[in-house]
C-alpha cells in the first residue's frame, strides 16, 4: 500500500559567506544543486552580499528524518578536513538544513538527529537549522483565528 501521507520534509547542506562558489566546488571535488556568488541578483531584484553553496538535497521523506539528513552528508562525510580547511580559509557558515512541512492532523516527523549527524555538526562547525512550516485547511485555520 502506498504512502498517503502528505507531511514532507527536505534536508540539505548549506555553505553562506564569503567565498567564490567555484572555488569550493573545486577544492570538495562536488557540484552544488545550486550556488550563487556574491553581488547577483536574487528574484526578489537585490543584490546578494553574500555567496551561497547548496548540496545534497534528499526529499525521500521518512518519518525518521535523521535518515534524509544522513543522506544529505553522506558524501560529505570524507570531506570533513577539506571542510575545517574551507572553515578555516573563509568568512563562512555551515548549515544542515532540514524543512519539514506537516500537515495539520497527520502524525509529526521525529527531528532528532543521530549521534553519527550530531557527531559530523560539531567537528565541522556546522549549524543545525530547522525551517518548520505547518499546513492547516482554511476551515480549521478559520476557527483557530476566530477563538483569538
Do not use: M, R
Given at each position: 500500500m502506498e504512502d498517503q501521507t502528505l507531511t514532507k520534509c527536505f534536508t540539505y547542506f548549506s555553505m553562506v559567506g564569503?567565498?567564490?562558489?567555484?572555488t569550493i566546488s573545486q577544492m570538495?571535488?562536488?557540484?552544488?544543486?545550486?550556488?550563487?556568488?556574491?553581488?547577483?541578483?536574487?528574484i526578489t531584484g537585490i543584490k546578494f552580499e553574500s555567496?551561497?553553496?547548496?548540496?545534497?538535497?534528499?526529499?525521500?521523506?521518512d518519518v525518521d528524518v535523521d535518515e534524509q539528513m544522513r543522506k544529505?552528508?553522506?558524501p560529505l562525510m570524507s570531506k570533513i578536513d577539506i571542510l575545517k580547511k574551507i572553515k578555516k580559509s573563509y568568512d563562512v557558515d555551515f548549515y544542515l538544513e532540514v524543512v519539514p512541512t506537516v500537515v495539520y492532523g497527520?502524525?509529526?516527523p521525529c527531528l532528532a538527529p543521530s549521534l553519527e549527524v550530531m557527531k559530523f555538526c560539531c567537528d565541522t562547525q556546522t549549524k543545525l537549522d530547522i525551517d518548520?512550516?505547518?499546513d492547516i485547511p482554511d476551515s480549521i485555520y478559520a476557527n483557530i483565528k476566530s477563538n483569538w
Open positions: 564569503i567565498f567564490d562558489p567555484d570538495l571535488e562536488l557540484e552544488p544543486e545550486d550556488s550563487s556568488k556574491i553581488g547577483d541578483i536574487g555567496a551561497d553553496w547548496n548540496y545534497g538535497y534528499c526529499y525521500d521523506y544529505t552528508i553522506a497527520e502524525s509529526t518548520l512550516y505547518v
